[in-house]
């Protein structure tokens, strides 16, 4: 099963939001920037079997 869009919810009162722990200027961090993640979603999105097992994970998660 591919994995869901889930809503965008209220923030978390004491969890920081990745984005202010990492540096932007890090080459991985940018190199993330540089990938395109919708080809490797809709590549990879194709191997996921609806209904059975447990729910997908983003492909940037894996």
């Not at 919708?38 to 729910?55: C, I, M, Q, T």
Request: aromatic share 8%; hydrophobic share 40%; glycine share 10%.
């Amino acid at each position: 099963m591919p994995p869901k869009s889930l809503p965008q919810e209220q923030p978390e009162l004491f969890r920081s939001a990745l984005v202010k722990l990492v540096d932007p200027k890090h080459p991985l961090v940018r190199l993330a920037g540089l990938i395109g993640w919708d080809r490797f979603a809709d590549a990879f999105g194709l191997l996921y079997s609806d209904g059975v097992g447990r729910p997908g994970l983003p492909i940037r998660r894996v």
